[in-house]
T-cell receptor, first 114, second 110 residues
Framework: EPEVTQTPSHQVTQMGQEVILRCVPI?????FYWYRQILGQKVEFLVS????????KSEIFDDQFSVERPDGSNFTLKIRSTKLEDSAMYFC????????????FGSGTQLSVL | QKEVEQNSGPLSVPEGAIASLNCTYS??????FFWYRQYSGKSPELIMS????GDKEDGRFTAQLNKASQYVSLLIRDSQPSDSATYLC??????????FGGGTRLMVKP
């Protein structure tokens, strides 16, 4: 079965530093997402992306966050100035036709902000 | 604010028994309902989706939806130790996001 791939699997950074999390969605999928899960808590929606623009974002996705699809395969999440509370597992996901279909999740990037 | 609520558990059942997992949601406009399984440290994996009232069966799994009561459930028949995981209920409206519940931890004891 095709997979969503995420790199790196672990990222450690200092507070205030910029991080970029990378994802390669499944090739024929059109909708891309970032979710995050703080240890022991709910999976939380951050942002959805379709047709090269953000289609929906949550309150968590403030000005410190941005997403980009720099080429035909990669989908990135940038956190400009990391905070301690950004420490979480970040999941990239994709679907063919939107959130009413099966979401294919990547294996996640564990971000630790020190 | 859209909420999806689940009992956090743990729900402990003996091997071979039926496990019953429940979920309620607040947004009456919700259209699509999903059950994901998440093993510790792993990403969520879709188990079942259901879109209309009633039951939907897939192997050992049955999803039940009651939109009037804003209630979704998942039954796992003949539970196996490998079913031990956290089960996440997720709900989508006409928008492009899923709202997840906090999950129910299921433990199947041999």
């Amino acid at each position: 079965e095709p997979e969503v791939t995420q790199t790196p699997s672990h990222q450690v950074t200092q507070m205030g530093q910029e991080v970029i999390l990378r994802c390669v969605p499944i090739s024929n999928h059109l909708y891309f997402y970032w979710y995050r899960q703080i240890l022991g808590q709910k999976v939380e929606f951050l942002v959805s992306f379709y047709n090269n623009e953000i289609s929906e974002k949550s309150e968590i996705f403030d000005d410190q966050f941005s997403v980009e699809r720099p080429d035909g395969s990669n989908f990135t999440l940038k956190i400009r100035s990391t905070k301690l509370e950004d420490s979480a597992m970040y999941f990239c996901a994709s679907t063919v036709g939107g959130a009413n279909e099966k979401l294919f999740f990547g294996s996640g990037t564990q971000l630790s902000v020190l | 604010q859209k909420e999806v609520e689940q009992n956090s558990g743990p729900l402990s059942v003996p091997e071979g028994a039926i496990a019953s997992l429940n979920c309620t949601y607040s947004d009456r406009g919700s259209q699509s309902f999903f059950w994901y399984r998440q093993y510790s440290g792993k990403s969520p994996e879709l188990i079942m989706s259901i879109y209309s009232n009633g039951d939907k069966e897939d192997g050992r799994f049955t999803a039940q939806l009651n939109k009037a009561s804003q209630y979704v459930s998942l039954l796992i028949r003949d539970s196996q130790p490998s079913d031990s995981a956290t089960y996440l209920c997720a709900v989508s409206n006409a928008g492009n996001m899923l709202t997840f519940g906090g999950g129910t931890r299921l433990m199947v004891k041999p």
